[in-house]
């Protein structure tokens, strides 16, 4: 069973870790996504690397793909380690997979510390566990990519675009399956305010709701969120400061009663966010000042970021399904290579030794 391995790469060390739990050299493309590409990558002789466009992920993913001249191709995130005999498991899965299976994922286990409540950091980490066709470990047949557009680019981030390429790929005929092979994804070491930052995420959700309507999350396999949560904390935020500014500025007591019944309800929705985070985990003044703190900044900047993806995306179309049904003799699917894998532009994409 021919297939490549595709990884995109910011330079993290924990590729050098990667690539050293492979058994052995195998058919690797490397996408350094990084913006300032020196120094070089330091990968084995047997790795290619392609300078990526530093786009993101899903643009990464799809210079590997289209570059690639296997019938699968198998996605790796550059912060899991393939658990021993990960190459020959792969092999027996994507063998094992009937002919209408576009793809086929990996187990993932993030190992966590034991003998104490997990960080709030921690607990997201372990959600990726159990999530679905995420592309820490998942191999698509080509076919299935040509013929679903591939990853969508406008989905910028590690966040949304695997479980949205997953559902077009669905759409288009294919069914997708679990595997045998594992991969661990540690832990990584994080900043405090990485729960806040993560918010960016909710402008692709504000694309994933302009592409697919209102049942966008049911459709994509994505659990409900906080948002109207969040909205109606950053709306009783603002309007206690608006009111209280009109209070200051006019001395009139129907302000500051509306700016004390607005204070109110936004204090309670921020306890009650924070409680919900500070609850499972260690509960060490450390972790509860850092979840105080991120709990009141939430919500303003995931309904910011909200509001600016649906500007943004205001008309912005789904990806269209492209090439013929996919359950076709395996002579034909060969003519599913896409524009991008023409061998001029394979040439032009660089990087094959």
Not at 42 to 65: H, I, K, Q, S
Not at 199 to 210: F, K, P, S, T, V
Request: with cysteine; charged share 25%; aromatic share 6%.
């Amino acid at each position: 069973m021919s297939f490549t391995i595709v990884i995109p790469t910011v330079g993290r060390p924990s590729l050098t870790r990667l690539l050293a739990a492979l058994d052995r050299p195998a058919d690797v493309l490397v996408v350094d996504d990084r913006r300032d590409k020196s120094p070089q990558l330091d990968v084995p002789a047997w790795v290619t690397v392609l300078p990526g466009p530093a786009r993101g992920p899903a643009a990464a993913r799809n210079l590997g793909w289209q570059t690639a001249e296997t019938e699968w191709v198998a996605f790796l995130d550059d912060d899991v380690v393939p658990e021993p005999g990960w190459l020959d498991r792969l092999a027996e899965d994507l063998a094992a997979a009937p002919e209408e299976a576009g793809g086929v994922q990996g187990e993932l286990r993030v190992p966590l510390p034991s003998g104490r409540r997990r960080t709030d950091w921690e607990r997201v980490t372990a959600g990726l566990a159990t999530g679905e066709w995420i592309t820490a470990d998942m191999a698509y047949r080509r076919a299935a990519l040509a013929r679903s557009g591939g990853f969508d680019e406008r989905l910028p981030r590690a966040f949304r675009e695997d479980a949205e390429l997953a559902f077009r790929v669905r759409r288009a005929g294919w069914s997708l399956r679990r595997g045998a092979r594992r991969v661990t994804h540690p832990v990584r070491p994080e900043s405090a305010w990485v729960s806040v930052r993560a918010q960016r995420g909710n402008a692709d959700d504000a694309l994933l709701r302009r592409l697919h309507g209102r049942r966008w999350r049911e459709q994509l396999g994505i659990p409900a969120g906080r948002r109207r949560r969040h909205a109606a904390v950053a709306s009783a935020g603002a309007v206690a400061l608006a009111c209280g500014g009109a209070a200051i500025a006019t001395g009139r007591r129907g302000w500051s009663s509306a700016a004390m019944l607005a204070a109110a309800v936004w204090a309670a929705g921020t306890a009650d966010f924070a409680a919900s985070r500070i609850a499972p985990g260690p509960r060490d003044p450390g972790e509860v000042a850092v979840m105080l703190a991120t709990s009141v900044a939430i919500p303003p900047v995931a309904v910011a970021h909200w509001l600016r993806g649906w500007w943004r995306w205001r008309g912005a179309r789904p990806i269209p399904p492209a090439g013929p049904a996919p359950l076709t003799p395996p002579a034909e699917r060969e003519q599913l290579t896409p524009p991008a894998m023409t061998p001029t532009r394979y040439r032009r994409a660089g990087a094959r030794r």
